[in-house]
C-alpha cells in the first residue's frame, strides 16, 4: 500500500521549502530514517529523512520547486507497486440526466474555454499558484490573474508563468551594455535576514559601550590552549567571551529576556547565538545552557556548529531557541561597530578586534590589551541602568576571569 511524502514543518513559522537536491531516484529502496532528499528552507538547508520504508514509487516535486508545507512531494510504496495518480473528486452522485438539445448559438457559446476570470470566481476569488510561481510573477510583474494554471486543478506553476511572459512580451529592448547591472536573485537565507532586519528595524534600541583590558583574559586563552589534547578544537576568544557572557546573564537575568508584545519572558538558562557568516549571508547557530558548559566544552560545540554552518547541514532546531547572541568582528580587523538586533532577543553584544592602546595607569601611559564591547538593547525590554550593570560585569569578568566563579 502506497503512502504520500509529505513536506514537514520543521520550525516554527516555517511555511515552505526548496527541494535542493534528491538522494533517491524513482525506483530506488528507501529505508525509514534514511535521508531522502536536501530541504532548503529561509533558515538553513537541511536533510529530511524518509518516515517509511519502501521502494520510492515516484517524486511529485522537482528540484529548485518551492514547496508549500503539507504539500505532497513524492509517494513511497512495496517493491514492484505501479504507481497510478489518485482519481479525480467525483463532484456529486447526481444521476445521469439526458441532454438538452441546444441552440447553435448557445453549442458554440459551450465549446468556448472558460474564462480565466470564471474560473477564479468559480474559486472565491483567489488563485491557485504555487509558491514559486508566485514568487517569479512578482518578480516580473506578471498578473496571476490573467496566467492560464495546467497543474492539478488548473492550479498555476512556474512554467505557466514563464510561457505567459513569453506570450505577453513585447518586442524585446535592446540589452544593456554589459557589465552594468547584475541582478542576484534572494535566496532563502537573505530573505529571512531582510525579514529580520525589517522587524529589529521596527524595535526602539539603544547601544552602549565599554572597552575591557583583555591582559588576563589573553593569558587565559594561552593557558586553555596549553592544556588542549591532540584533536580538540582550540579555544577562542569567542569562547571565553560566551563562557563569561553566560556568567553575566545568570547574574542580570534582565538581559536573558524576550520581548513578547505585553510580556517579557525571563528565560532560566543562557542559549547564547553565535553569528556565522555563511556564504549566502549570516546564520546564528545557538549554543544552549552555556553557563553549565567548560570553555572547552564550548570551544568543541562551537566548531562542530561553525564548520556545519559553512557547509548548509544545520539542522533547524539549532538555529531557534536563543536568548542572546553575540557577533564578533575583530578577527577581521574590526575596532568597534553596532550589530543590529536579533529580535525578540532584549539584547545582542558587538565585539571588535583586541589592540593595544596607551592608557594612563598611575601617572604613566602604558600600552594594553583593550577590546571594544558595544552592548544593542531592545529598550521595551530593558533600561539603560540594567544594560550597563550587565555590560560592566561581563567587563569585570574578562579583566578578572576568576570573577565569574
Known amino acids: 500500500m502506497s503512502s504520500q511524502v509529505t513536506l514537514p514543518r520543521l520550525g516554527q513559522g516555517m511555511e515552505s521549502g526548496t527541494i535542493v ?11 525509514k530514517g534514511e535521508v531522502l532528499y536536501e530541504l532548503d528552507t529561509e533558515k538553513a538547508t537541511q536533510e529530511v529523512e524518509a518516515d517509511a520504508s519502501g521502494t520510492l514509487l515516484k517524486i511529485l516535486a522537482q528540484e529548485g520547486e518551492e514547496i508549500d508545507v503539507g504539500t505532497a512531494i513524492a509517494v513511497i510504496g512495496e517493491p514492484g507497486e505501479e504507481y497510478s495518480p489518485p482519481e479525480p473528486e467525483d463532484s456529486g452522485d447526481q444521476e445521469e440526466q439526458p441532454a438538452a438539445v ?14 480565466e476570470a470564471a474560473k477564479r470566481a468559480e474559486n472565491g476569488g483567489r488563485v491557485k499558484a504555487s509558491p514559486l510561481a508566485r514568487r517569479i510573477a512578482r518578480e516580473r510583474g506578471i498578473d496571476l490573474a ?3 494554471g495546467t497543474g492539478p486543478e488548473g492550479r498555476i506553476v512556474a512554467e505557466d508563468v514563464e510561457r505567459a511572459e513569453k506570450t505577453a512580451a513585447p518586442a524585446a529592448a535592446p540589452a544593456p551594455p554589459a557589465g552594468e547591472v547584475e541582478v542576484i536573485p534572494l535566496t532563502g537565507i537573505r530573505k529571512a535576514i531582510a525579514r529580520r532586519m525589517t522587524e529589529a528595524w521596527e524595535a526602539p534600541v539603544f547601544q552602549i559601550a565599554m572597552s575591557a583590558d583583555m591582559t588576563a583574559a589573553i593569558r587565559l586563552r594561552e593557558a586553555l590552549v596549553a592544556r588542549m589534547r591532540e584533536g580538540e578544537a582550540k579555544p577562542t576568544y569567542s569562547d571565553i567571551l560566551t563562557k563569561l557572557s553566560a556568567a553575566a546573564l545568570m547574574r542580570h537575568r534582565a538581559v536573558n529576556a524576550l520581548f513578547a508584545g505585553d510580556e517579557i519572558h525571563l528565560l532560566p538558562t543562557a542559549n547564547i547565538g553565535i553569528a556565522v557568516a555563511v556564504p549566502n549571508g549570516l546564520v546564528v547557530p545557538v549554543q544552549r545552557s552555556c553557563e553549565t558548559k567548560t570553555i572547552q566544552e564550548l570551544a568543541e560545540e562551537r566548531a562542530d556548529l561553525v564548520a556545519r554552518a559553512r557547509d548548509g547541514k544545520l539542522r533547524q ?6 536568548t542572546f547572541t ?15 538586533l536579533n529580535p525578540p532577543q532584549a539584547a545582542i553584544l558587538a565585539v ?19 577590546m571594544e564591547l558595544t552592548l544593542t538593547c531592545d529598550h521595551r525590554s530593558i533600561d539603560g541602568a540594567t544594560a550597563s550593570e550587565f555590560l560592566r560585569t561581563v567587563k569585570q569578568f574578562l579583566e578578572e576571569p576568576g570573577l565569574a566563579l
Request: proline share 9%; hydrophobic share 40%; charged share 30%.
Open 21 to 31: 537536491r534528491w538522494l533517491k531516484a524513482e525506483g530506488d529502496a528507501v529505508e
Open 102 to 115: 441546444e441552440e447553435p448559438a448557445q453549442q458554440e457559446e459551450a465549446a468556448a474555454p472558460q474564462p
Open 146 to 148: 490573467s496566467v492560464h
Open 317 to 322: 532546531e539549532e538555529l531557534e531557541g536563543g
Open 326 to 340: 553575540i557577533s564578533n568582528l575583530g578577527m577581521y580587523g574590526v575596532e568597534r561597530f553596532v550589530a543590529v
Open 352 to 370: 571588535g578586534a583586541i589592540e593595544e592602546r596607551p592608557v594612563v595607569r598611575a601617572g604613566d601611559v602604558v600600552p594594553l590589551p583593550l
